[in-house]
């Protein structure tokens, strides 16, 4: 099909990007890497935006450790994020997931912004960020603000930011001295979203579980981090299985993606195990 | 004269070597010339308004918003294109009691499945048509949809067309021998329903068609990515009424067929009839979404099936009862009914048993319409087949290579006539086995399956033997009353220059045909293969031909080329042995250059024969023929078919956990007669097997009760991709057909035809230590975990 996009603009700035959403009548949409917005487009599934093409703000793209946080700007891309050392030091998780994530191709365009952005329940980036416990940037006609994670994923493709804001980046704490970070997906091909995926991270709190693919959002699952740190594996199975509601489609029914969800965690506890012996 | 092929080093042996693909350089720089890059002056568009209930009374169509969306030029209904192109009803007299109703390029009255096209809207781009397609606003009023094959003909079931009775669009039963006391008696039987899923064939370029009229000429040019243009040609002719000779239909490069353009399709005929109507070329490209909808579908089976066997596992009888759904209307020209036809052809193919008793049962639904797509029903018989066997040799304990030698037609036994009256010239099943077990190392292979189960591994190992029908006869078709031709057509020339043009019936879809007519011409006359220019896909230009179907290009329209070209060479030679009053007998071609036979001395270059030819013909002699052109027809007339055998293994492993399975590698062993060309023919085998394997792990059209097509995109309607591709290793015998001297049978869809049962095979032989089997393709993790017993719901 061919896309029926309303207007294009490219914004020179974070600040002449807000510009051009402000004036766009609530039709604005911002384009990062077009991976998720162009295909949605090109099937008539969004019709009539006016793009706000934000790809050359160059203060949006980056990596930098700032004392004991990794900022990741909005604009990086999934393949830059998969090689940088910063990342791979501070945030493996995160280089991990970008092996999931679609093909080369896609990953050479894709940003972590849009990514979160998106908020595809399938999707890597948004419950790697849950585990992670990262805050979100982001920069509205009234300034900027952040966002605790767990309150920035609201539905479907719907997060807390307004029409009006852009994501600018992330911020995470790096990991800890003996942090692991671990992540354990099963999709029907290489590059396909995941039927469930699973983020680990174990800190010296305790541990941090987050699923994707098994709700309308990423999961935090409290139960099943309570009953790893009592060490009682079968009952975080348990209250695993309990804690998500996942869908049935056309790949997978909810009763397979649950039981998904059990076994992906046992591997993942296995792997913590592995590595620490 | 005939080739001695069995001699590598015989001059101008191009037959039986890899000699690179005339046509790969112009595709791999963007050169290649497909329907969507032609553009004509005063060009259209089209796009389609389609069905969007499964089955639905077309109420008012309202066109009003639809009209003022700027660019578009005219809309159509299914009413305006009635009167301009008469319906089809696609049934032939041999399949007896086939029945369907008269089909219109757009729904008249009635809706009969999501996707089916109700209105054309024709606009100056692409991008209007669909803008305003989508403003169209039908108002269906919706019927009860009929979406499940097994309770199609309950007596309380909607009968789809009133007219025809009933919903019962075909039915064969075939029985050979005492099948009920062979099972009586047997000593084992063993029983197992199977399930193949909806799939498409997806091809690279969608359906695409440019149709020009020119009343001037009162001609019709259909630029079209077909499988079959002279089949076309009559089809315009015929509903838009106008003489077969004032249709062309042009096939330029095509991005792969694999059966899904060999059909009539509404919306293309519509295209045709409309550009007709505007005097104005326009072009129908289909969009991938709405390819999901409306490119034919296939393999959609249920199959209930048993086996007997003895104590020494030899095949006492067989009994398939095969159901499918066709969706509302039997494709036109080739009908509906020959999937369900070959499962009962083809089941048991292989094997030498005496009692066999198959049934299809061919039931209209409101689902997109399927057909024939590569492999036409061998999968699913080889499915049910091996199946079977390999659960017999597991019941009775007896490896699963064993029991096939003990029950495969020997080596020896042809000519033969299996139970289902299948004729064979000339297989090699014990042969083929052989070289399989010894390539894949099959005892090795099974140590080391030992060994990873006890490191908790659940390793498999599937074999398939199967059969291939390939270059038909006008059994096929022919007899049935469809302008299908099973002959081909090859005409050979031989320019000024010394150079050589080969113009065929058979089409290039991306396949390598025209690899294979340059090498077999230049063989034939006796030049280098890059001499040789090729031309196909043209009505007006070829000699007439069946184009791309069944397996047939190598082995009819090679053979048509082979004479063709021999007749170019002897006529060739006629004329050289006057210029050096020489005996021809005595004189040969080679390398472009008239050669004494003997010593192999050059005589004369072919560029100075054309030369004395075309441009000083006085210094011939008068009486002498100088036909420096020669057109050549083949058609088989022993046999019905040309079956070709083989047999694939597959390797793997299962995640009992997650039910993931891991291809691990992939053999076959086939035999198509003579292998023209060792890399197309392996490409051919990889690209088959490939798809094969996407039918039993991944490809699966999803509908709901209602008739809606859940998962009509690439995102969701999963094809199989390079990084599950296991390696594949293949592997060949050749046993020539003696009806023609070129000796080819076809290789298109053997890789297709066994991949799925030597994967499901496989998958059971995991999982057979934890008592559990699979046999609904595709063979997803979830439906293996089923098996296991590892989801509550
Ligand atoms: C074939 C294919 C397979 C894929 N597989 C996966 C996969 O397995 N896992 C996975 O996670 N992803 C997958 N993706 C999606 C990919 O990761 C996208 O890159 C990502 O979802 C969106 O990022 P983007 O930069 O391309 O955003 P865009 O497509 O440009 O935008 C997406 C949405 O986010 C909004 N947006 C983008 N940036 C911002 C911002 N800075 N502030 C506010 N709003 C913003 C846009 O307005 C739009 O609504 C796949 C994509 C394709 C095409």
């Known amino acids: ?15 002449h990007a807000l510009d051009l959403l402000a004036g766009s009548d609530g039709q604005g949409r911002v384009l990062a890497g077009g991976q998720s917005l162009v295909a949605a487009m090109n099937m008539r599934l969004s019709v009539g935006d006016l793009l706000v093409d934000i790809s050359k703000i160059s203060e949006l793209s980056g990596i930098a450790v700032e004392g004991d946080t990794l900022r990741i700007g909005a604009l990086t891309r999934h393949a830059q994020v998969g090689t940088d050392p910063q990342v791979q030091a501070h945030a493996p998780l995160l280089k991990d997931a970008v092996a999931h994530i679609a093909h080369a191709a896609i990953r050479n365009r894709g940003t972590i912004g849009g990514a979160l952005a998106h908020a595809d329940p399938a999707a890597e980036f948004p419950a790697c960020t849950l585990a992670l416990g990262a805050t979100m940037h982001a920069e509205g006609p009234d300034g900027s603000r952040s966002i605790a994670v767990e309150d920035f994923f609201e539905e479907v493709f719907t997060t807390a930011l307004n029409e009006d804001e852009i994501l600018t980046g992330i911020t995470l704490p790096i990991a800890e001295a003996g942090e692991m970070q671990i992540l ?20 010296a709190a305790g541990h941090r579980v987050a699923l994707f693919s098994v709700g309308p959002k990423p999961v935090l699952a409290m139960g099943a981090m309570a009953a790893l740190d009592a060490g009682d594996l079968d009952a975080a199975v348990d209250a695993l299985s309990a804690e998500i509601d996942p869908p049935s489609d056309t790949q997978a029914s909810a009763a397979y993606r649950r039981h998904l969800g059990g076994v992906l965690l046992r591997r993942a506890v296995a792997r913590l195990k592995g590595d620490a012996a | 004269m005939t080739i001695p092929f069995n001699n590598p080093d015989r001059p101008n042996s191009y037959i039986g070597k890899t000699v690179p693909r005339p046509n790969a350089a112009k595709l791999v720089q963007g050169r290649g010339r497909y329907v969507d890059d032609i553009v004509l002056p005063r060009m259209l568009h089209v796009a389609f308004s389609r069905s969007t209930v499964a089955h639905a009374k077309i109420g008012t169509i309202d066109l009003e918003e639809a009209k003022a969306v700027k660019g578009v030029v005219r809309i159509f209904t299914g009413a305006d294109l009635a009167e301009v192109c008469s319906p089809w009803v696609a049934v032939l007299a041999h399949l007896k009691g086939l029945k369907s109703p008269p089909q219109h390029p757009l729904a008249v ?27 169209v606003i039908v108002d269906f009023e919706e019927l009860p949809a009929v979406t499940d094959t097994m309770t199609a003909l309950d007596k309380d079931a909607p009968v789809i067309h009133p007219d025809l009775g009933d919903n019962l669009a075909f039915r064969r039963l075939h029985e050979a021998g005492d099948v009920d006391a062979a099972f009586e008696t047997a000593h084992k039987v063993v029983s197992a329903s199977f399930r193949t899923a909806r799939h498409t064939g997806v091809t690279l370029e969608p359906r695409s068609i440019l149709v020009d009229w020119n009343p001037a000429e009162g001609q019709m040019t259909a630029y079209h990515a077909t499988q079959a243009p002279h089949m076309m040609q009559t089809v315009f002719a015929k509903h838009l009424d106008i003489p077969e000779s004032r249709v062309r239909v042009i096939c330029g490069d095509v991005g792969g067929s694999y059966g899904i353009k060999v059909h009539v399709y509404p919306d293309e005929v519509a295209t045709a009839a409309m550009a007709k109507v505007m005097g104005r070329p326009i072009k129908f490209i289909a969009d991938r979404l709405e390819s999901y909808t409306t490119d034919i579908h296939a393999r959609d089976h249920e199959i209930e099936a048993k086996i007997a066997v003895d104590a020494d596992g030899k095949i006492l009888a067989m009994d398939v009862d095969d159901w499918t759904g066709i969706g509302p209307y039997s494709v036109y020209p080739r009908t509906s009914a020959i999937e369900g036809n070959q499962v009962v052809n083809l089941c048991g193919g292989p094997y030498d048993f005496a009692n066999y008793r198959a049934q299809t049962s061919v039931v209209f639904q409101n689902k997109t319409p399927t057909c024939q797509y590569r492999a036409v029903g061998h999968p699913i018989a080889v499915a049910i087949t091996e199946g079977l066997v390999d659960m017999a040799a597991a019941a009775i304990g007896m490896d699963p290579v ?34 399989l077990t010894e390539m894949m190392d099959y005892d090795a292979l099974r140590a080391d399956q030992t060994e990873a189960r006890k490191q908790g591994k659940y390793r498999g190992i599937g074999i398939a033997s199967f059969i291939e029908l390939t270059n038909p006869s006008p059994f096929m078709y022919g007899i049935g009353g469809a302008r299908i031709s099973a002959q081909d057509g090859c005409t050979v020339r031989m320019d000024p220059d010394g150079s050589v043009v080969a113009l065929s019936g058979v089409t290039e879809q991306g396949q390598g045909t025209e690899a294979m007519l340059s090498q077999v011409v230049a063989e034939g006359v006796g030049v280098d293969p890059s001499n040789v220019r090729v031309i196909t896909g043209d009505t007006q230009v070829t000699p007439y031909g069946g184009g791309t179907w069944a397996s047939r290009g190598a082995g009819i329209g090679g053979e048509a080329a082979l004479q063709a070209a021999r007749a170019l060479r002897a006529s060739i030679l006629e004329v050289a042995a006057a210029m050096l009053q020489a005996d021809a007998g005595r004189l040969d071609i080679r390398d472009g250059q008239v050669v004494d036979m003997d010593s192999g001395e050059e005589r004369m270059p072919l560029a ?18 100088r036909e420096l052109v020669q057109t050549r027809h083949f058609i088989t007339m022993e046999y019905p078919f040309a079956f070709t055998n083989g047999v694939q293994a597959s390797y793997l492993e299962v995640d009992t956990d997650t039910g993931v399975v891991t291809l691990l590698k992939h053999w076959c062993v086939e035999d198509c007669g003579r292998v023209i060309n060792p890399q197309l023919v392996d490409e051919q085998i990889r690209g088959g097997i490939v798809q094969g394997l996407g039918g039993a792990l991944y490809e699966e059209i999803h509908y709901d009760e209602d008739g809606q097509l859940l998962n009509g995109s690439m995102a969701d309607y999963l094809v199989p991709m390079a990084a599950e591709m296991p390696d594949m290793q293949v592997g060949h015998v050749e046993t020539p057909t003696k009806e023609s001297e070129l000796g080819a049978k076809g290789a298109g869809e053997a890789g297709t035809a066994g991949a799925p049962a030597a994967v499901m095979n496989a998958i059971n032989d995991a999982l057979r230590p934890l008592g559990a089997q699979v046999t609904e393709m595709p063979f997803t993790p979830e439906r293996i975990l089923r098996a296991l017993g590892k989801l509550q719901d």
């Open chain 2, 402 to 435: 064993e029991i096939r030698r003990r029950n495969m037609y020997a080596d020896d036994a042809y000519p033969a006539t299996s139970p289902a009256n299948m004729k064979f010239e000339s297989l090699s099943h014990h042969a083929s086995m052989d070289k």
């Open chain 2, 608 to 625: 100075e024969l054309g030369r004395i030819v075309y441009f000083r013909g006085d210094t011939l002699p008068k009486d002498l023929p």
């Open chain 1, 1 to 15: 099909m061919k896309a029926s996009a309303g207007g294009y603009a490219r914004a020179e700035s974070v600040r």
């Open chain 1, 184 to 203: 354990e997906e099963v999709a029907r091909r290489s590059g396909d979203y995941a039927l469930v995926g699973l983020c680990l991270a174990k800190r």
């Open chain 2, 109 to 135: 009255d009635r809706a009969c499945w999501v996707g089916e096209p109700v209105v054309a809207v024709v606009a100056t781009t692409r991008a209007a048509a669909e803008e305003a397609a989508s403003m």
